[in-house]
């Protein structure tokens, strides 16, 4: 069993950057697929960004040029980085593992950590 734990979230202003760390209790190397989502209000969580074993990255129309995903897989950590925000960006931001499968779809993640808050907002 392995636990995720995320980090980084917070209030920001519109066109500012936040970090978000996503620390994994132990080995992510043999986890298929990493990912983020995110949830916002009344919405449902929907796919941010997912990185492969292999290194290969899928980001959301939405967030296509402002966010870039990256997998360290030697401190067993996955992060988001994420520029020019907007108040759209406000969610609830998860950290996914998928065991076996490609991550493509929410049903494939196997741990999901506990979520931090993400606010846009002047």
């Known amino acids: 069993q392995v636990q995720l734990v995320e ?3 917070g209030l920001v202003q519109p066109g500012g950057s936040l970090r978000l760390s996503c620390a994994a209790s132990g080995s992510i190397s043999s986890f298929n697929a990493m990912g983020w989502y995110r949830q916002a209000p009344g919405k449902v ?3 941010v960004a997912r990185v492969t074993r292999g290194g290969s990255t899928t980001y959301a129309d939405a967030v296509k040029g402002r966010f870039a ?4 897989n ?3 950590m ?3 980085q994420m520029n ?3 108040p759209e960006d406000t969610a609830v931001y998860y950290c996914g ?3 076996a499968s490609m991550g493509w779809h929410i049903d494939q993640y196997d741990y999901w950590g506990q979520g931090t808050p993400v606010t846009v907002s002047s």
Request: charged share 25%; glycine share 10%.
């Open 74 to 76: 030697a401190n067993n």
């Open 45 to 47: 969580r929907e796919l």
């Open 84 to 86: 020019s925000l907007k």
């Open 78 to 80: 996955l992060y988001l």
């Open 97 to 99: 593992a998928a065991i």
């Open 7 to 9: 980090s980084g979230g």
């Open 69 to 72: 995903i990256s997998r360290d």
